[in-house]
């Protein structure tokens, strides 16, 4: 082992630039051109919340050597046509899923975001944001609670400060948690309340739409006075699965229940006699269900030809590296 190294953390990664956490203090870090090399991928390179093992090479300056294994990763397809991974966040312990009270609230996203952080073994929390501006509160949390699948959901007003305590309370020393959600639904404010103070900029909503502007630009993890880490990120457009079918299960925990129940035990819950889950299930779960599934299952396929070339670009790499190159 390499004792002159040093374990820092990430707090704000681009490409081929990024800082780190040194105990309390920020660094800027460089890549090192053997770790771009072994990356089997973007996915493979440092991101916000990675540990990683740096060397100072001057006093504001570091060079990350290696990249430690992730706890938990928050991943989705990245945007666009590719098949790639994203991942948004790395060694995270709670997803903090932001979703406005206004033209923002949509439970078939909260699924979405759900089955990221099911997949990524990351703990999500519902978070219902803008609660001083809605007329309906209680309808809009029994909608969220039905697709909960047993996370929490908290009605919060980030600009009051209403609600924000139970935030707090699981922001213990050594958690991380990270805000997602569309842009405008509130990520910045609620991060600038629960580190209390105004540094994070934070933008209006178009009041036809309640969209934001994308007023972050960037994922970035802030220490906070206890000990704990957030992660601010900016809205994200769209929410493409990166999960396989198995996170879908613990997403639509009724569905999973009830399918145990159908006549025939590989029941796809579309057209066979005795199925339970079409049954009992409401319409809008199933059919978001079914689209979900299908989703996950071209995931699925993608994944097991990844693995497959990832395997014979590794092979060609050792047969580099034996020649010398
Ligand atoms: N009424 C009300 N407005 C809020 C609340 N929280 C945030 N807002 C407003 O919503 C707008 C968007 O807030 P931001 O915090 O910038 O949203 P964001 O999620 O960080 O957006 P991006 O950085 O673009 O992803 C701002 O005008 C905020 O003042 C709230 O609890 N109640
Ligand atoms: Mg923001
Ligand atoms: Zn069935």
């Known amino acids: 082992m390499d004792t002159s190294l040093i374990p820092a953390r990430v707090c704000f990664a681009s490409r081929g630039h990024a800082r780190v956490l040194i105990g309390g203090r920020e ?52 945007a666009g046509t590719r098949q790639e991974e994203q991942v948004l966040a790395a060694n995270v312990d709670l997803a903090f899923l932001v979703t406005g009270l206004d033209g923002d609230f949509n439970t078939r996203r909260m699924e979405r975001y759900l089955a990221l952080a099911h997949e990524g073994g990351v703990e999500p929390v519902l978070i219902l944001n803008k609660a001083d501006a809605c007329p309906v509160l209680a309808e809009r949390l029994a909608e969220a609670r039905s697709v909960a699948a047993g996370a929490p959901v908290l009605p919060v007003s980030a600009l009051t400060g209403a609600g924000c305590e139970a935030l707090e309370a699981l922001l213990a020393p050594g958690v991380t948690a990270v805000l997602l959600g569309s842009s405008g639904a509130g990520k910045s404010t609620l991060l600038n309340r629960l580190i209390g103070d105004e540094a994070h900029a934070t933008g209006p909503v178009r009041l036809s739409d309640s969209r934001g502007r994308h007023t972050t630009s960037h994922r970035e993890l802030i220490p906070l006075a206890n000990g704990a880490f957030l992660i601010d990120s900016p809205g994200l457009r769209e929410v493409q699965l990166w999960v396989g079918r198995a996170a879908l299960s613990a997403v639509f925990d009724e569905i999973a229940a009830w399918a145990s129940e159908c006549r025939f035990a590989d029941c796809s819950h579309t057209c066979e006699p005795g199925c339970a889950v079409r049954e009992h299930a409401s319409p809008e779960r199933l059919a978001s269900f079914h689209k979900l599934t299908r989703e996950a299952a071209r995931h699925e396929e993608t994944r097991s030809e990844k693995a497959r070339w990832r395997a014979i670009h590794k092979a060609q790499k050792q047969i580099y590296k034996w020649r010398g190159h």
Do not use: N
């Open 27 to 78: 660094w800027d870090a460089l890549l090192t051109g053997h770790l771009e090399f072994l990356a089997a991928g973007p996915a493979g390179l440092p991101v916000t919340g990675d540990h990683v093992m740096v060397r100072p090479i001057d006093a504001a300056t570091v060079i990350i050597e290696q990249l430690s294994p992730r706890r938990t990763a928050l991943s989705r397809r990245a």
